[in-house]
């Protein structure tokens, strides 16, 4: 048996504390109520088996030399009936935004409109190669020109680099662009240093290091902001930049924000701004007024592109007057008779640092964007923020007599934090309670981040739920703090015990993680 890592199968009893659900018997055949087992695709019977009748090759493959393969490729074969249920049995092991609320914190785990869906799909966007001469794309080449007017308008930002793939894809554009600067001015070498909040993403810190800089940790106050006072005794001439988060990772809006960028500029450093909150101010503030120099957009986010389980994702990354000379290549220009791409040095990026990808970036993430946006329309977009925040401060107001709040006083932004507080004496703890929301049919919130709140809960609902939804997850929760309250252990201890998977060994499969599969020993499966 093989699975992804060294836990057992999703039926194999386990050994920690059972409870009247645990005791049930197991199936005999590791179904669960009308969903079979399923093995891995390597696993199944379809060896040597084919599910599509090729015509035998016209050539001998002498024209291959060397390269012509002797042995059976090694892939599982399967029908179309057994490909679909694989795949279709699979899905049904996760959890899916269309099932139900996704609560993540830091995330922006929004509902995405099937309108996008169908603009993605069109042809014109889906079907055409990025070496296609640019005058048969002048449709596509518009619609990214479009996407960038509608984010430089947004963030009230010059320049937009929109390649980069992903948010931390986005922190790495800003860098490179920030240190391009530098070097430019020739201070490179004596600005060495990146400075970062301690409640900041974990991406923060690595991006910079992968960048070269040294990473310096500005501390917070008692209510979850950017300790000014630190930063500023921490700002030199040896700094390149500072990475701050707004809202930040607390949910909270940094009140001191243009104190922060105005110390940071007059230390001759750059504002990098993570815009992965960018959900719950869109339309009501634009980072571009608040001094920021560089900021990416996970469009993955705010803009309601699909995520999760990896990608797709696109982080588009707004740049002011002083970085955009450095961004990188490729981007659209409007000639005035059609749309070009400006991606060579001799075109008119001389500066630019170079590429970050082959080719333009996610165009279906990009028409999934701006299909949000054109359906939104600017007021749209700032209800988005208004209801993002609304959501998020219902679901704090109706949690806080059973529950604690990380930050008590004052509403939040976006996403409500929790710490572990409220479950002291209880030998429950956050993972635990996580864990019992998955049998209570509900995704977990993100946990143990920030990490500057102990035990940390951080709820984030997201402008796509109604009050009806809202209520549903606040009910659940509800009932599991009060079980929690009342010693109802063993429902928190084992958990989940509905789920496909049980609770994992998470240390054991991070220390000792099994990658890949490997056929077993004695195996008749063809190589
Ligand atoms: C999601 C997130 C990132 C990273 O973005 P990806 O698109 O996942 O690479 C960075 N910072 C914060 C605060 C985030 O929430």
Redesign the pocket.
Known sequence: MSTMNNVGRPTTPQATTPNAVAEKPATLTGGRGLLQDEPLIFEGEGWGKTGVDLPAPKTDGSDLGDLVRRDPIGLPGLSEPEAMRHYVRLSQKNHAIDLAIYPLG??TMKHNPRLNEKMARLAGFSDIHPLQPQSTVQGALELMDSLSHWLTTLTGMPAVALSPK??????LCGLMAIRAAHEAKGEHEQRRKVLVPTS??G??PATAAFVGYTVVEVAQTEDGRVDVADLASKLGPDVAAIMV?NPN?CGLFERDIMEISRLTHEAGAYFYC?G??FNAIVGRVRPGDLGVDAM?I?L??TFSTP?GGGGP?A?PVVLSEALAPFAPAPWVVNTGDGFKLVEREEDEAAQAFGRLCAFQGQMGMYVRALSYMMSHGADGLRQVAEDAVLNANYIKARLSDLMSAAFPDGPCMHEALFDDEWLKGTDITTLDFAKAMIDEGFHPMTMYFPLVVHGAMLIEPTETESKAELDRFIEAMRLLAQAAKAGDVDRFKGAPFHAPMRRLDETRAARQPRLRWIKPEGSNQAA
Request: charged share 10%.
């Open positions: 830091s995330c992903a948010g931390a894809h986005g922190e900041a993403h991406t923060n988060t990772t993570d992965a909150n990416h996970n993955h986010k995520h994702g982080g």
